[in-house]
């Protein structure tokens, strides 16, 4: 009788971690990462733009440096999914120098920007180089 009995307290133990395992709270999903993209552009003159552009659900975020050759500025817009401009941003003019050029551009949409264009600009506010990264 005693072995049954330790038989039947087993099965009811492992009955119970089973059922303890099947109802225990799931574990926490990790927050996902914002996308990142890297971006250089170049223009004839040794000017550049580079930097890491960071799509967050509200906003769109650069970090980065410029180098003019000459006089040049940065220019940066994000764009819906409709391809609809959600409010570009310029850096201050820069002359033969390198700076770094931080910025925040809105992108208060549903589902946040799409795509960024980065460029360079010269000192007239004329596109030298842009290029497109789009946040998937």
Request: proline share 4%; aromatic share 8%.
């Amino acid at each position: 009788m005693t072995l049954g009995r330790s038989v039947l307290t087993l099965a009811a133990v492992a009955g119970l971690a089973v059922s303890g395992a099947l109802t225990a709270p799931a574990a926490s999903a990790a927050t996902a990462a914002y996308p990142s993209k890297s971006v250089v552009v170049q223009d004839g003159s040794g000017s550049w733009i580079g930097g890491t552009l960071t799509f967050y659900g509200r906003s769109v975020g650069f970090d980065g440096d410029m180098r003019s050759i000459g006089c040049r500025r940065a220019w940066l817009s994000a764009y819906d999914a409709a391809g609809g401009s959600l409010g570009p941003r310029s850096s201050s003019t820069h002359c033969d120098s390198i700076a770094e050029v931080p910025t925040t551009l809105p992108a208060n949409v549903a589902g946040g920007a799409a795509y960024v264009w980065v460029c360079l600009d010269d000192a007239t506010a004329v596109h030298t180089a842009c290029e497109r990264r789009y946040a998937n």
